[in-house]
């Protein structure tokens, strides 16, 4: 997910959309310790996501 579709979410969208992506992210990393994964590029990315959205929420709860 792009900075810029990360900034047109309500909080509500944000959190939700953080939830499942975190989500997301501990089954990758579950099912990448269990059988190496086909692109584990997926992992980073997915953290990442992670990483942008909580820092949208942040910054829009301190204004």
């Known amino acids: ?27 990758l990393k579950v099912a990448h310790a269990v059988t190496p994964l086909e692109n584990p590029m997926q992992i980073r990315k997915t953290r990442r996501t992670v990483a942008r959205l909580a820092t949208e929420l942040t910054k829009r709860e301190l204004q």
């Open 1 to 27: 997910m792009k900075q810029s579709e990360i900034k047109e979410l309500s909080v509500e969208e944000l959190q939700q959309r953080l939830a499942e992506t975190k989500k997301e992210y501990a089954d």
